[in-house]
């Protein structure tokens, strides 16, 4: 076998994490997002979306204003509370994204071989022939011959449901296209995507920059996915925005690569964000069918070998309408998993779909199939050649412990941490086993008020594979001694009982500093 394959040659022999009694806490390592909307915003739906295994909530600014969000947040806050399960909130912006105005929401009929009119949106209404738009410069962007692709972000899968548009000609502001298949728009908005086509729109917008000062300050997200991340640039200024937002400083960047201005420029993008989402819908249509499998096998490596999560999206679009999917998209869930992938991303499956809580269940269960057949062997030794040496005293310490874990079978890694640093660099060796990471509060002042970190911390390891986060008492500092150390110790591994994940006589590694040392050692449980 090819030996960048990561597939076993021999049957499984790895550490299961799904028998019965594990499944309920630990569905899967790889982690899932889910988009709340219409379909997704009661609190009976969110408790069973927390249940199912979402771990992060994600609240699309593409659609829906600020008080619509802040009720589904506060009915997902509502469901954390009853089924006492963590989940992480994640604003993404509209960024650079061209959309149809359809005020009236009336459905569009579009005939093949027909032709409709591109124009700036002036308060006209949308019609067969008129497509009114957000953006007054497409005229300028385009040229005959080019694609450009309108729909409710389904452009494949079902192409009743979008439009393919070929340019015939452009005339002052108005875009004159070919239309190529007969479809059926239907909702309120519709986004539109030209086709390998620079769209001279800011990333972050004024409505962007808007939501986020007011709603993202309010309820102080631990994620921001920057829509249209085209240059690093774009992170950084992002980051300085969000700097001088008092709390939001802490929030963390996922660059959302959306086309292939921002494929041509990935590597400068991975060093300034903090993850990356891979957006599949609009790459699909970037780029040519049979160059899709590349770059995501490439994107995901980069961000595997940097140790930040990566993201993929657009898995299972058929189970937006259908409680099963479709046997490519089952096999393209275990590659992403198999491909390296953090978390899988679900949009309009969850967002409008009509099966919310069976949708993150099975791409779960898919992800906790395929992680049983990860190569962890062969990913190890590549991860240890890229970081190379010598290695500095974390990436030592954090690869020791994996190594160790795994030559003992120990059920659970525990690791120690107050920036979720160290845990996470154990999570980048992608051991077979959970790493629980124990958030240690640091007490912190701004000159006016006491108040203790960790809550941001432990909230964004819920997108990392394989990482469970799990926060410490404050009243046990991170400066702590030997015996305060032991009774943090105490609570996880009561914690890790309680949920299934370590039995009597089983081994456990912990990770954790000692004065000014990191110690690795390893435990038996007698009962």
């Known amino acids: ?210 939501a986020i000062s007011t709603w993202g300050v309010k309820n102080k997200i631990d994620f921001l996915s920057l829509s249209y991340t085209r240059h690093a640039e774009d992170v950084r200024q992002a980051r300085e925005f969000l700097s001088r937002l008092g709390d939001l400083s802490q929030t963390q960047i996922f660059a959302k690569i959306e086309n292939i201005e921002g494929l041509a420029h990935f590597d400068e993008i991975l060093q300034e964000a903090d993850g990356i989402i891979l957006s599949r819908g609009n790459l699909g249509i970037d780029l040519p069918p049979e160059k899709v499998f590349l770059f995501q096998k490439s994107a995901l490596y980069k961000c595997n070998m940097a140790g930040k999560p990566a993201v993929l999206t657009r898995v299972v679009d058929s189970m937006t309408d259908n409680l099963r999917p479709t046997r490519a998209e089952a096999t393209d869930v275990a590659n992403a998993v198999l491909d390296g992938s953090d978390a899988i991303l679900l949009g309009a499956e969850t967002l409008r779909g009509l099966y919310p809580i069976e949708t993150i269940s099975t791409v779960g269960k898919i992800c906790a199939e395929a992680g049983k057949v990860f190569n962890q062997d062969l990913y190890f030794k590549k991860t240890v050649k890229y970081v190379g040496e010598p290695m500095t005293h974390l990436e030592s310490i954090a690869s020791s412990a994996v190594r160790a874990a795994i030559k003992v079978k120990a059920s659970v890694i525990i690791c120690f941490t107050s920036s979720g640093r160290a845990a996470r660099l154990i999570a980048k060796y992608r051991p077979t086993m959970p790493v629980l990471s124990v958030v240690i509060p640091r007490l912190k002042t701004n000159q006016l008020k006491w108040s203790f970190s960790g809550a941001f911390e432990a909230r964004q390891s819920l997108i990392v594979r394989g990482l469970f986060p799990m926060l410490a008492d404050p009243r046990h500092p991170a400066e702590s001694t030997n015996a305060t150390n032991e009774s943090i110790l105490k609570v996880a591994l009561d914690y890790g009982k309680a949920s299934g994940v370590i039995k009597s006589h089983d081994r456990v590694v912990v990770c954790q500093k000692v004065g000014d040392s990191s110690v690795v050692k390893i435990i038996e449980l007698e009962d």
């Open 1 to 210: 076998m090819h030996s960048g394959h990561l597939l076993l040659e021999e049957p499984i022999r790895m550490v299961s994490i799904l028998e019965p009694s594990k499944a309920s806490f630990f569905p899967s390592m790889t982690k899932i997002v889910g988009t709340l909307g219409p379909k997704s915003r009661t609190v009976e739906i969110i408790s069973g979306c927390l249940k199912a295994g979402m771990s992060v909530a994600r609240f699309d600014f593409s659609w829906g204003d600020a008080e619509y969000h802040e009720e589904t947040l506060e009915n997902l806050k509502t469901a954390i509370k009853i089924t006492k399960k963590l989940c992480a909130v994640m604003l993404d912006t509209v960024g650079a994204e061209l959309q149809v105005v359809n005020k009236s929401g009336k459905s569009i009929s579009l005939q093949a071989d027909g032709q409709v009119v591109l124009t700036p949106y002036q308060g006209q209404e949308v019609s067969s022939e008129v497509l009114p738009i957000n953006f007054d410069g497409l005229a300028k962007s385009v040229k005959k011959g080019d694609t450009i692709f309108v729909g409710q972000y389904l452009f494949t899968g079902s192409e009743t449901t979008s439009v393919w548009l070929e340019v015939a000609e452009v005339k002052g502001q108005d875009v004159i296209c070919i239309i190529k298949n007969s479809a059926t728009l239907a909702g309120s908005m519709f986004t539109l995507h030209a086709s390998q086509v620079h769209i001279d729109m800011p990333t972050l917008t004024e409505n962007d920059k808007e």
